[in-house]
């Protein structure tokens, strides 16, 4: 299994209040993202990273940033959380050989209330 | 933005049947690949295709990249309960990133 973990594994926080999601890897992976999961929706991209301090955003990035100050580290900010953000959201990291293909972490379940 | 439809989104079926799971798009992708996630989990990568016809098994699973790379299926043949979990197929597009289907939960009666 890739080395992806994420932190918290489980947060209930309230509508309005900031929250950052952590991934960490110990691959040393040029790539990483962001993904949320919701019913009917399978897996849609939020913001993803080609480099320390290089990110660009996903189909569904209003509403969350992103920073990633060091290889290993890729961080997801909720800035003001809000109701419909409730949701699994999965970090993934990729290498540069051109494959496309993703490694998952393990999720982080976030409920908004 | 291109999108992958993946058909059936539920099938449930008994041991020991064949199924096939169908991933389509009028957009054409440099690879295809398939995922297997369990409840509680992250999806686990099961195979990539890049070449348009491709072929590739993995045991009781067969999964097959469209001439065009515009579609792949995965058939498993005498299905076993523990096939069960949710299936997406995902499309390769620019700068590294993939767009998925929306997922087949596929569900195996004893």
């Known amino acids: 299994d890739a080395g992806i973990t994420q932190s918290p594994r489980h947060k209930v926080t309230e509508t309005g209040t900031p929250v950052t999601l952590r991934c960490h890897q110990t691959e040393n992976h040029r790539y990483m993202y962001w993904y949320r999961q919701d019913p009917g929706h399978g897996l849609r991209l939020i913001h993803y990273?080609?480099?320390?301090?290089?990110?660009d955003k996903g189909e569904v990035s209003d509403g969350y940033s992103v920073s990633r100050s060091k290889t290993e580290d890729f961080l997801l900010t909720l800035e003001s959380a809000t109701s419909s953000q409730t949701s699994v959201y999965f970090c993934a990291i990729s290498d540069d050989r051109g494959t496309y293909e993703q490694y998952f972490g393990p999720g982080t379940r976030l409920t908004v209330t | 933005t291109q999108l992958l439809e993946q058909s059936p989104q539920f099938l449930s079926i008994q041991e020991g049947e064949n199924l096939t799971v169908y991933c389509n798009s009028s957009s054409v992708f440099s690879s295809l690949q398939w995922y297997r996630q369990e409840p509680g989990e992250g999806p686990v990568l099961l195979v990539t295709?890049?070449?348009?016809?491709e072929v590739k098994k993995l045991k009781r699973l067969t999964f097959q990249f469209g001439d065009a790379r515009k579609d792949s299926s995965l058939h498993i043949t005498a299905a076993q309960p523990g096939d069960t979990g949710l299936y997406l197929c995902a499309g390769g597009q620019g700068a590294q990133k993939l767009v998925f289907g929306q997922g087949t939960r596929l569900t195996i009666n004893p």
């Open positions: 295709v890049v070449t348009g016809g």
């Open positions: 990273s080609y480099g320390v301090k290089d990110t």
